[in-house]
């Protein structure tokens, strides 16, 4: 179990001198690399993603100053701190916000690597024929190099739960065995007669990979397939995919994993994660009216965050909610009406939504061209913006209707209104990060749960 959360070691901060530096660094490699110009050029119009986001590290000379100071100096000035050394060089990340790790290296050739889903996709898309893909397919780490030149090199790669950038070596009998958990995850029953009985369901499938993959392989594999189940049941999400997907990129650009949970749900929830690898950051509290809390979980080895959403009453919020069991309560805030209506999201609903970055305008409005709207923004600041897409409607599951009426949540009316007409059951989330920003907006998150509650919503107003 994770240690209990120290709120204060969470405050994040903008890091505007770090961010500069960054998309500096982004900026002059791409003059130096025509293909990496290009590549800009096609997310932004084809995708409306920003290549900063896609960025997996970059690798600067131990010759290069800045502003008069070696740039191992100015890393450390920006917050920065020395991390690693191999045989690549010395490894420097940035825990105060979203940066990229920085290799500064003895080689005078730049190195700007992007991450993408799956190296041969990204190759395919752009018909690059002649470059060796390192690294077999269903392994941790895949990687090519598809520019170089004396200047520059320009590389794609891909991760599941492994951190460095030496390839390594798995054994036929060991990827076979990667793509057999994949499958038991990908096939994942949901539905039983009760909910403790998919979670333990969950928690065998998770023990099994983790003895024969390690814990952060594991972790990569379950959320493919979880962003696979959340996919088939919104348009949205299939939409900008595509979108995606055709210039070879996939779900690579996600920022976090929304999960809504009922209470009773909620502790066996978070025990499954912790499995995973995930521990608790920090905790959102909306006060006393909103009558909701969530907890923020992150899986270091992985990059993945998981925001967990769940109805809590006023004396609760000072409380480990994450892992004290909740008991059920008489009346059901927009979390636990969700959950009541369509299920679980570890189980039967899947996710409520998937929040990826991009640059914010572009893409509403190239969504909106395609006839995918979105909501108005629930958080507008030039460090952070969030949108909803507009919300997927799905049809209430008939036997949690009739339950959530009979134990006086809803009335016989709102039943027959979500079992004819629906209500909302996941969305896509736009959102843009500028300035390294890590942290979330928690007045924009109160005022969108309030706005997707639906008991005051019709059909068709978001």
């Known amino acids: 179990m994770s240690q209990p959360t120290n709120l204060q070691d969470f405050d994040w ?4 001198e770090a961010d500069l530096m960054y998309r500096q660094l982004v900026d002059d490699f791409c003059e130096a690399c025509d293909f990496a110009d ?3 050029d096609q997310m932004f119009t084809q995708t409306g993603t920003r290549l900063i986001d896609w960025v997996d590290h970059i690798a600067i000379s131990q010759s290069t100053h800045l502003n008069g100071t070696s740039f191992e100096e100015q890393l450390v000035e920006f917050g920065y701190a020395f991390d690693a050394e191999n045989e690549h060089g010395r490894w420097y990340t940035h825990d105060g916000g979203l940066f990229v790790p ?10 700007l690597v992007l991450r993408v889903e799956r ?3 990204f190759l395919a898309a752009h018909r690059i024929y002649d470059v060796a893909i390192e690294g077999t397919r269903w392994s941790q780490m895949r990687r090519a190099k598809i520019v170089a030149d004396d200047v520059c090199e ?6 599941h739960g492994y951190p460095s950038w ?3 070596y798995h054994s036929d009998a060991v990827l076979a065995v990667a793509a057999q958990h994949y499958e038991a995850f990908k096939l994942r029953r949901r539905d039983f007669e009760t909910d403790a009985e998919g979670f333990a369901l969950a928690r065998r499938l998770i023990s099994a990979a983790i003895k024969d993959l390690g814990v952060d392989w594991t972790c990569d594999l379950f959320f493919a397939t979880e962003r696979e189940f959340w996919q088939r049941r919104n348009l949205a999400a299939r939409v900008q995919k595509g979108r995606q997907d055709r210039l070879g990129l996939g ?3 996600h920022d976090h994993h929304t999960y809504r949970s009922s209470r009773s749900g909620f502790q066996p929830m978070i025990e499954v994660f912790e499995m995973l690898g995930f521990h608790c950051r920090e905790r959102f509290y909306a006060g006393k009216e909103a009558g909701w809390g969530a907890q923020v979980l992150e899986q270091a080895g992985t990059g993945i965050i998981i925001f967990a ?5 006023p004396e609760e919020l000072a409380g480990d909610f994450a892992h004290n069991r909740l008991a059920e309560q008489l009346e059901l805030g927009t979390v636990g009406l969700w959950c009541q209506l369509h299920g679980e999201a570890f189980l039967q609903a899947g996710m409520h939504h998937l929040e990826c970055t991009f640059d914010f305008d572009a893409a509403r409005e190239q969504l909106d061209a395609v006839g995918i709207k979105s909501m108005r923004p629930f958080t507008d600041f030039g460090y952070l913006r969030q949108a909803f897409t507009t919300g997927e409607i799905w049809k209430a599951i008939p036997q949690r209707t009739q339950a959530a009426v009979t134990k006086g949540f809803i009335t016989a009316e709102q039943a027959e209104k979500f079992l004819t007409e629906g209500s909302i059951g996941s969305h896509m989330e736009i959102l843009e990060r500028n300035d390294g920003f890590k942290g979330f907006n928690q007045t924009g998150v109160s005022d969108i749960i309030r706005k997707t509650d639906p008991r005051t919503i019709k059909v068709g107003e978001t």
């Open 13 to 16: 901060k903008q890091q505007p």
């Open 38 to 40: 290009m590549l800009r």
């Open 102 to 111: 920085i290799c500064v290296s003895q080689s005078e050739v730049r190195r």
């Open 119 to 121: 190296v041969d996709d």
């Open 154 to 159: 320009l590389w794609v790669c891909e991760r």
């Open 166 to 168: 030496s390839v390594p």
């Open 251 to 253: 779900w690579a650009n």
């Open 309 to 313: 959403d769940v109805d809590l009453s």
